[in-house]
């Protein structure tokens, strides 16, 4: 379904949000991103750019890591200042081993160390000797093993632990945290020597509210240690393929959970069944789950269930009337499954539905008259269905549309003129190769784009003028090989973006470095497959919040871009070549 691109559908690459460590390793599943796909990302934008003059606070701050190997202890300075130079020090990446014994008897209630390098057991007895001040502790992606966590034992009030993708860690590290009975936030993400026998350290921490254990493959038959634990109130067992229906038996008494993740997994449609009992669930992920629509009748004893998540499942347009049954829903994500446009008359009547995802489902322009009354609708994803320029239409009236996705179907400029009231639209990609600069004519009614997203379509130097109506972007795509530097230029005027993708357009040469060189608030700029060279990167200079560089197949080598990130790109982590 859809039209042809260069852009494979699963490749999307989340640009905005580069933290200032980056790590393969330490990234959201795809299981754990649906429901942030489904909010507004207007509510995420990036604040990037925004100068302003600093503190004289942080004035100190960063004359004491200049000459920060001159200090010999923090622990005299109020605990609000010593924080406040560690976390400057973790973020800026000058934090060794000898600077961290500064940091002894601080009395700090924050070590956020996930993703930092170096990070082992030799930096516990520094962790550890913040005593009782200790509330929270991130040790995520470092070498710590189960010796290193004994350290922990010493502060009582810890209220947050995250050791997610800590390899080392087994099940007597949980055994170091079982006296810790204030925590009330435990992560272990991607951990395969964690058991069930292990899930047994847990069942005396009764303060537990937030338990995280996404990807530990060998926690069958160890969640029934949970069943004490009546405080928990969000589980995350996502791609733990490990669980099945008798798992599900055991969380059917822990009624105060709110938010239960079991996307990937050996779930059925007998395992929900025992789920009925938790009346104040209001999430349910379960993507990629062997659940089909059977499973609905189960379902509708959830009477608070606002979030669910049923793509990839095994859903047919049969057993689906159900769904008109869930009254109380907001976001229903129906993506990749075999339904027709047949289950949308279940779907017309879920009057309090904010955000619908029929993503490569077999939805038609037939089906569309069915959401034409989801008034309360603020996100709608039709990517890769048969929609075409006729459905559109029916959508024309939801006036608090803010995310729409139309990706890979039939839609035409023609149809696009349909969308030119919809003023609260934040959000729109129309990534495929019909369409051209006569569509991006037809939307510059709509001055509240934050996001514009045509990867694929066959934009020219002509259409670059119509952008000059989105003046709140933050990110715009352009990929379709139309543009010249000459286009680039109309782009320069859109001084709020973040993300700038102007990759596979080959004609364009260094002269468009020169044009994208005001554009100081952006974070992510790919303009890979051009001509560009090592000359034209004399022209980033100014941009000091870049932190992802993409200019693979150009005339540029990786010593190059270090050589920029070394003299005037302080905060570049992520590029190519590298």
């Known amino acids: 379904m859809g039209g042809a691109c260069s852009r494979k559908r699963d490749h999307l690459v989340n640009e905005d949000g580069l933290s200032g460590r980056v790590s393969g390793r330490y990234m959201k599943s795809g299981s754990s991103k649906w429901l942030g796909a489904s909010m507004s990302r207007s509510s995420t934008d990036a604040n990037q750019g925004n100068q302003s003059c600093p503190s004289l606070i942080d004035l100190c701050i960063h004359k004491i890591r200049e000459d920060v190997d001159k200090y010999v202890s923090f622990s005299m300075l109020p605990r609000d200042?010593?924080?406040?130079?560690?976390?400057?020090?973790?973020?800026?990446?000058?934090?060794?081993?000898?600077?961290?014994?500064?940091?002894?008897?601080?009395?700090?209630?924050?070590?956020?160390?996930?993703?930092?390098?170096?990070?082992?057991?030799?930096?516990?007895?520094?962790?550890?000797?913040?005593?009782?001040?200790?509330?929270?502790?991130?040790?995520?992606?470092?070498?710590?093993?189960?010796?290193?966590?004994?350290?922990?034992?010493?502060?009582?009030?810890?209220?947050?632990?995250?050791?997610?993708?800590?390899?080392?860690?087994?099940?007597?590290?949980?055994?170091?945290?079982?006296?810790?009975?204030?925590?009330?936030?435990?992560?272990?993400?991607?951990?395969?020597?964690?058991?069930?026998?292990?899930?047994?350290?847990?069942?005396?921490?009764?303060?537990?509210?937030?338990?995280?254990?996404?990807?530990?493959?060998?926690?069958?038959?160890?969640?029934?240690?949970?069943?004490?634990?009546?405080?928990?109130?969000?589980?995350?067992?996502?791609?733990?393929?490990?669980?099945?229906?008798?798992?599900?038996?055991?969380?059917?008494?822990?009624?105060?959970?709110?938010?239960?993740?079991?996307?990937?997994?050996?779930?059925?449609?007998?395992?929900?069944?025992?789920?009925?009992?938790?009346?104040?669930?209001?999430?349910?992920?379960?993507?990629?789950?062997?659940?089909?629509?059977?499973?609905?009748?189960?379902?509708?004893?959830?009477?608070?269930?606002?979030?669910?998540?049923?793509?990839?499942?095994?859903?047919?347009?049969?057993?689906c009337e159900k769904l008109a049954q869930l009254h109380s829903l907001k976001v229903l994500n129906l993506g990749f499954n075999e339904i027709t446009s047949a289950i949308l008359v279940h779907v017309k009547g879920l009057k309090n539905l904010e955000s619908l995802n029929l993503d490569s489902c077999g939805i038609n322009d037939d089906g569309m008259v069915h959401l034409a009354g989801l008034s309360n609708l603020k996100s709608l994803e039709l990517s890769d269905t048969e929609v075409g320029d006729n459905g559109l239409r029916h959508i024309s009236g939801l006036l608090g549309l803010e995310i729409l996705n139309l990706s890979f179907t039939s839609v035409t400029d023609g149809g696009l003129r349909k969308l030119s009231g919809l003023s609260s639209l934040k959000s729109l990609n129309l990534d495929a190769r019909q369409i051209t600069d006569a569509g991006l004519a037809a939307l510059t009614n709509l001055t509240g784009l934050r996001h514009l997203d045509l990867f694929g379509a066959r934009i020219t130097d002509f259409g670059t003028n119509f952008l000059k109506s989105f003046k709140n972007l933050r990110s715009l795509e352009i990929c379709g090989g139309g543009l010249t530097d000459a286009g680039v230029k109309n782009i320069k005027e859109l001084t709020s973006l973040n993300l700038l993708n102007l990759s596979q357009n080959h004609h364009l040469t260094d002269r468009s470095l020169e044009s994208i060189s005001g554009l100081t608030r952006l974070v992510s700029l790919n303009i890979s497959n051009s001509r560009v060279t090592s000359v034209g990167l004399q022209h980033l200079k100014s941009l000091k919040n870049l932190k992802s560089l993409m200019l693979e197949s150009c005339k540029v080598t990786a010593s190059d871009i270090r050589k920029l990130q070394a003299t005037h790109l302080p905060s570049l982590v992520n590029f190519r070549p590298e």
């Not at 099945?244 to 395992?271: F, N």
């Not at 629509?293 to 998540?309: D, G, I, K, P, V």
């Open 81 to 319: 200042i010593s924080q406040q130079i560690l976390d400057d020090l973790i973020s800026s990446q000058c934090l060794t081993d000898s600077v961290l014994e500064a940091f002894r008897d601080c009395a700090l209630q924050d070590l956020n160390m996930g993703e930092y390098p170096g990070v082992n057991d030799s930096w516990m007895d520094i962790v550890s000797s913040q005593g009782q001040s200790l509330l929270s502790v991130d040790l995520s992606a470092s070498d710590i093993t189960d010796l290193g966590l004994a350290y922990l034992r010493d502060c009582e009030n810890l209220q947050t632990v995250n050791l997610n993708y800590c390899d080392q860690i087994s099940d007597k590290g949980l055994e170091q945290l079982s006296g810790l009975s204030k925590l009330d936030t435990l992560s272990f993400r991607r951990n395969c020597l964690i058991t069930a026998r292990g899930l047994g350290f847990l069942s005396g921490l009764v303060n537990l509210v937030k338990l995280d254990l996404e990807r530990c493959p060998n926690i069958h038959g160890g969640l029934y240690h949970l069943k004490g634990l009546s405080k928990l109130d969000s589980l995350n067992l996502n791609c733990c393929n490990c669980i099945t229906d008798t798992d599900m038996k055991a969380l059917s008494g822990l009624t105060s959970l709110t938010s239960l993740q079991i996307a990937s997994t050996g779930v059925t449609d007998l395992g929900i069944a025992f789920l009925k009992g938790l009346r104040n669930l209001t999430l349910l992920n379960m993507e990629g789950c062997r659940v089909t629509a059977a499973c609905l009748e189960s379902l509708t004893a959830l009477t608070a269930l606002m979030y669910l998540n049923f793509s990839r499942c095994r859903l047919t347009d049969d057993g």
